[in-house]
């Protein structure tokens, strides 16, 4: 199946600071979405972005469909511990037959 | 709110046992998903299903097989556990429609020993 491409892998940074992440893909999707996992839990959905261009908002986290439809990115303003946890990027090609997900940021967060 | 209830949270089964993984949706999704999940890897699509009786081969359906026999309940089935299926395995359903969301299940950490 196909992969997209997350970046970074993981990161390190300190309570107060924003964090930036963001997936490329080869492929055109129609949508995107952004779920958080938190250890030994399921994935739950953040944000959902339906059009090209698309900037969309959620407390602290904002998320941006790509012009080109082949990327998106979060951003986190201001962390907390709680932010702590593996954040996935998802991509949904209506040919395809279900999501293509990137393989994770893992996000850490030194007090 | 959608929910999505996976059977068990833990299991631990020997090496050869038939193993069976349920999962049940609220919110009378038509596409339900079986997904596993290893440090490294990401998630790996198993199996899905469109429909009710419905099954198709996702990437590594290999050792594995699903069963569908209501909309609302979709299992995963390992004929003869294995120590490499030792996993994380996420099940999620999603409406039929070009733009919508899915919806994970909490997961059921599978160890085969």
């Known amino acids: ?111 | 709110d959608v929910k999505v209830t996976q059977s068990s949270r833990y299991l631990v089964k020997r090496t050869g046992e038939k193993v069976f993984l349920e999962c049940v949706q609220d919110m009378d999704h038509e596409n339900m998903f079986w997904y596993r999940q290893d440090p490294g890897l990401g998630l790996r699509l198993i199996y899905f299903s469109y429909d009710v009786k419905m099954k198709e081969k996702g990437d590594i359906p290999e050792g594995y097989s699903v069963s569908r026999e209501k909309k609302e309940r979709f299992s995963l089935i390992l004929e003869s556990a294995s120590t490499n299926q030792t996993s994380m395995y996420l099940c999620a359903s999603r409406a039929t429609g070009g733009t919508t969301e899915a919806f994970f299940g909490q997961g059921t950490r599978l160890t085969v020993v």
């Not at chain 1, 309570?15 to 952004?34: A, H, K, P, R």
């Open chain 1, 1 to 111: 199946g196909q992969q997209l491409n997350q970046s970074p892998q993981s990161m390190f940074i300190q309570e107060g600071e924003d964090v930036s992440m963001n997936c490329t893909s080869s492929s055109i999707f129609n949508t995107w979405l952004w779920y958080k996992q938190e250890p030994g839990e399921g994935p739950v959905l953040l944000i959902a972005l339906y059009k090209a261009g698309e900037l969309t908002s959620n407390g602290r986290l904002t998320a941006q469909f790509g012009i080109t439809r082949k990327d998106s990115f979060l951003n986190i303003s201001a962390s907390i511990p709680s932010d702590v946890g593996i954040y996935f990027c998802a991509g949904w090609d209506p040919g395809a037959d279900g999501l293509t997900f990137g393989k994770g940021t893992h996000l850490i967060i030194q007090p």
